[in-house]
């Protein structure tokens, strides 16, 4: 069993910057991981994800050159770092665990088994 904790998020104002985290229970080490989020009337939306070591990661592209997410698996965490936030950044934001144990490089999630409860963030102008 894995659980997932998101923390990090609050209120900012735009163009404002926030680090989400979400610690891991559980082996996660040699699984890709994401953030998705989901905004208010809207579907949840995919926003990143992380091979098993960090080397490649994939993102959507309105959150290109903004988001960066990394991983420390000595610490079972992941991360995500939001720059120049804008008000339509609002949401809650989940990371997730993709099901398919594996080290390929290129390997940056496609299915995800298990999800956080989630952490709000709200940019405010």
């Known amino acids: 069993q894995v659980q997932l904790v998101e923390s990090g998020g609050g209120l900012v104002q735009v163009g404002g910057s926030l680090r989400l985290s979400c610690a891991a229970s559980?082996?996660?080490?040699?699984?890709?991981l994401a953030w998705w989020r989901q905004a208010p009337g809207k579907e949840r939306e995919f926003v990143a994800s992380i091979n098993w070591n960090g080397n490649r990661v994939y993102y959507t592209d309105s959150m290109k050159g903004r988001f960066t997410i990394s991983r420390d698996n000595a610490k079972n965490t992941l991360y995500l770092l939001m720059n120049s936030l804008k008000s339509e950044d609002t949401a809650v934001y989940y990371c997730?665990?993709?099901?398919?144990?594996?080290?390929?490089?290129?390997?940056?999630?496609?299915?995800?088994?298990?999800w956080g409860q989630g952490t709000q963030v709200t940019v405010s102008s």
């Open positions: 997730a665990k993709d099901q398919t144990v594996t080290k390929a490089t290129m390997w940056v999630g496609y299915e995800f088994d298990y």
């Open positions: 559980g082996r996660i080490s040699e699984h890709a």
